[in-house]
Nanobody
Framework: QVQLVESGGGLVQAGGSLRLSCAAS????????MGWFRQAPGKEREFAAG????????RYSDAVKGRFTISRDNAKNTVYLQMNSLKPEDTAVYYC???????????????????WGQGTQVTVSS
């Protein structure tokens, strides 16, 4: 079992930046691929970014590519999402996800695992 706790959300103006953090419990964090998803009001949850357990492979959705950067610090059991050049359409609840099978390395895309955080709200004003 792994527990995930997101933080760093808030209200920001368009063009601004935020950095989200996701702290994971347990001693096996370094074996998990990690991902960030988001869900806007009235919409389905969608993939934003993913990273392999070593950090050597990253994947982004087209909507965030070039603006968001996912990274991880295995010594701190934490994954980050640096969000720059934010747009009003980035407004959503952002969720952290863990994939214990590290499938991003096999399938070249992030596949969500069973572990989710509670989410953190990001609101971008125009």
């Amino acid at each position: 079992q792994v527990q995930l706790v997101e933080s760093g959300g808030g209200l920001v103006q368009a063009g601004g930046s935020l950095r989200l953090s996701c702290a994971a419990s347990g001693r096996t964090f370094s074996t998990y691929a990690m991902g960030w998803f988001r869900q806007a009001p009235g919409k389905e949850r969608e993939f934003a970014a993913g990273i392999s357990r070593s950090g050597g492979i990253t994947r982004y959705s087209d909507a965030v590519k070039g603006r968001f950067t996912i990274s991880r610090d295995n010594a701190k059991n934490t994954v980050y999402l640096q969000m720059n050049s934010l747009k009003p359409e980035d407004t959503a609840v952002y969720y952290c996800n863990a994939d214990p099978s590290n499938r991003i390395t096999t399938f070249a895309r992030y596949i969500a695992g069973d572990y989710w955080g509670q989410g953190t709200q990001v609101t971008v004003s125009s």
